[in-house]
């Protein structure tokens, strides 16, 4: 099996690479450095040079607020740019593993009271900021493509590589004595280690369709906040506060947790306890 990363370089892109020079197996890995996924031509002269059988699809336009302020890059990147690797995917008969967020439901404090456990993959869409949308115009694009396709959806992604939320924390705690952090949106982080060993088994076991690879718990960012510095031995004070006192461009869904039922029930898949997850990353970061 001959493997394209696409995204190589960001945070999810480089977890693959890393788990990847682990396995019997050939791969690439680009960056948008090496092509741009926006540029039809370009897409189809680096798939038809590397030929891959599988294609892992991590390449996106990441930024939430700035999204608000140019809807086309998003769009292009996450959407136009999905459809071309999924267009010459379904030509070639080349499998697509692309990523997708929690972004894409409404998130509604009603859908966090009538789903305890989170969105099942097939739950309706309907996203509340741009970003969101792009990556639900994505989706669409990949599902219309004809490919042979895994679509993984996660949520709140750590990893060791890039920058997330757990780092960020780190870096804010040393410098401040008090943080405000918003206690009104409720989901789970995603680890990348965990979501990449997730995916690599519905590779294996040749399956199809969307999944979703989050860890498990019901948390909002405020708690995870909390748990961060106490496991990272942090003293900083942290103040809940309501998404109005934390002024930002795009909205947030006030619950995006995404349900692992589905995931779970893959036989050897294991989904980890957000905690757990945590402590697995803070070590990695330590090392
Ligand atoms: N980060 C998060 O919290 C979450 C992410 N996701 C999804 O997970 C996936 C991975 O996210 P993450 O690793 O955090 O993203 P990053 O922003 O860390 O990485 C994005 C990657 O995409 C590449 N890229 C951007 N534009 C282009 C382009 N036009 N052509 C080719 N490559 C391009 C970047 O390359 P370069 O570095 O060279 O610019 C980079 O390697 C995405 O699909 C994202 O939507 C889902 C939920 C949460
Ligand atoms: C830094 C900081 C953030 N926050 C809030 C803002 C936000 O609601 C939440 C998380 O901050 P982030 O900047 O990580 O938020 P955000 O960029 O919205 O994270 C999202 O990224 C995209 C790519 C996804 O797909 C989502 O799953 C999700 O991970 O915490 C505070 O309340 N206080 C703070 O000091």
Redesign the pocket.
Known sequence: MRILV?????????EWVQYLNRQEVEFIS?????????DHADTRRVMGNLKPDVLI???????VDQAEEEPEKAF???GE?VANLAGYCAEHDIKLV??????VFPGTKEDGEKLPGGYPEDHPTNPINV?GES?LA?EKALKESGCSYLLC??????GR?????VKTMLKLGHERDLLKVVNDQHGCP?F?KNAVDLCWKLILQEEEGTFHLSSKGKISWYDFANEIFKQADVKVHVEPVDSSEFASAAKRPAFSLLSTQKIANISGAEVIGWKEGLKNLLSELNT
Do not use: E, M, P
């Open positions: 696409t995204g190589g370089s960001g945070q999810l892109g480089s680009l960056s948008s450095y090496d092509f741009d996924l926006t699809n991590c390449a996106a336009y990441t930024k292009a990147i996450n740019g692309h990523f997708s967020t929690d972004y970003y990556k994505g959806r996660v949520s709140w992604l750590c590589y890039g920058n997330n939320f995603t990348t």
